[in-house]
């Protein structure tokens, strides 16, 4: 069965500085790998996705994530955070075999940026 | 292009009565998956229809229940209704097999059971 874990519910940053959100899974095999935002009161928006091609995967809003197979992990950066970008941070993972039937998520990271 | 649409936006019920929420989905897909997500929680799957038929099931008991329609659109129905159903429901749409064209999420229905 598939799993995600995001290390840390509540991830603070101060404005410009990095931000990394971190993301594991664990599958039998490399799934199809997702980073969704969800602002207060709004459904989930799509940041980016990793479905095999380059590891390293650019989204919107600056964010990336690199697929890192020997580490299991699927961890977001952006080199500057701004105001934004606070929200809430899901990664998810689907499998190849039978994509869109399980998908399965994290518990979610809050992101806070200081000013 | 018409995003994922969900009603009512909110929903208050009492424990054991019936509930359906509605989801429109974004124009040219044809498969809604329905997710809860309690508070503080990460969406949990409930289950995916696709040509009018369940496609997959989490682990949700019976009283959920589903339906789409020839256009798209879906339906989630619970029944006999839990304190521990109020949650916010989301429904998400893409085009079947595609992982190219993954799911994308509508507002959400936020229901309350009293």
């Known amino acids: 069965a598939q799993s995600v874990t995001q290390l840390g519910s509540h991830v603070s940053v101060s404005e410009g500085a990095l931000v990394l959100l971190r993301c594991n899974y664990s599958s039998s095999v490399p799934p199809y790998l997702f980073w969704y935002v969800q602002y207060p009161n709004q459904g989930l928006q799509l940041l980016l996705k990793y479905t095999s091609a380059a590891t390293l995967v650019k989204g919107i809003n600056g964010f990336e994530a690199e697929f890192k197979k020997s580490e299991t992990s699927f961890h977001l950066t952006k080199p500057s955070a701004h105001m934004s970008d606070a929200a809430e941070y899901f990664c998810a993972v689907s499998p190849r075999d039978n994509y869109g039937q399980n998908f399965v998520f994290g518990p979610g990271t809050r992101l806070s940026v200081l000013p | 292009e018409t995003g994922v649409t969900q009603s009512p936006t909110h929903l208050i019920k009492t424990r054991g009565q019936q509930v359906t929420l509605r989801c429109s989905s974004q124009s040219g897909h044809n498969t809604v998956s329905w997710y809860q997500q309690a508070l503080g929680q990460g969406p949990q799957f409930i289950f995916q229809?696709?040509?009018?038929?369940?496609?997959g099931r989490g682990n949700f008991p019976p009283r959920f229940s589903g339906l789409q329609f020839p256009n798209y659109s879906s339906e989630l129905n619970v029944n006999a209704l839990e304190l521990d159903d109020s949650a916010l429901y989301l429904c998400?749409?893409?085009?079947?097999?595609?992982?190219?064209?993954?799911?994308?999420f509508g507002p959400g229905t936020r229901l309350l059971v009293l």
């Open positions: 998400a749409s893409s085009l079947y097999g595609t992982v190219q064209e993954t799911q994308y």
């Open positions: 229809y696709y040509r009018e038929e369940e496609n």
